[in-house]
């Protein structure tokens, strides 16, 4: 996996709650972000291919076309 700044292979993933996950590699890991990075706070995360293909071979689900019809109400006699 490459770093989303440059051609350099990623070495973590900023996937903080609020923002967009990022790759870095050391070098464009921002400055402030140094300390966390140390300390395992971004492991780089590797996409999972096999489930993703998984999803994408899928069949699509065909909706049947049928127009349901109203069930017939028992007649009232007099």
């Not at 051609?7 to 966390?36: F, I």
């Not at 300390?39 to 909706?63: D, M, N, R, S, Y």
């Amino acid at each position: 996996m490459k770093c989303d700044n440059c051609s350099n292979d990623a070495v973590y993933t900023h996937a903080d709650p609020g923002v967009s996950p990022a790759n870095y590699c050391v070098k464009c890991l921002p400055q402030w972000l140094h300390v966390r990075a140390n300390a395992g706070h971004f492991p780089l995360v590797q996409p999972i291919k096999a489930e993703t293909e998984k999803i994408i071979k899928k069949k699509p689900v065909v909706k049947s076309t049928a127009v349901p019809t109203e069930e017939a109400t028992p007649s009232e006699s007099n």
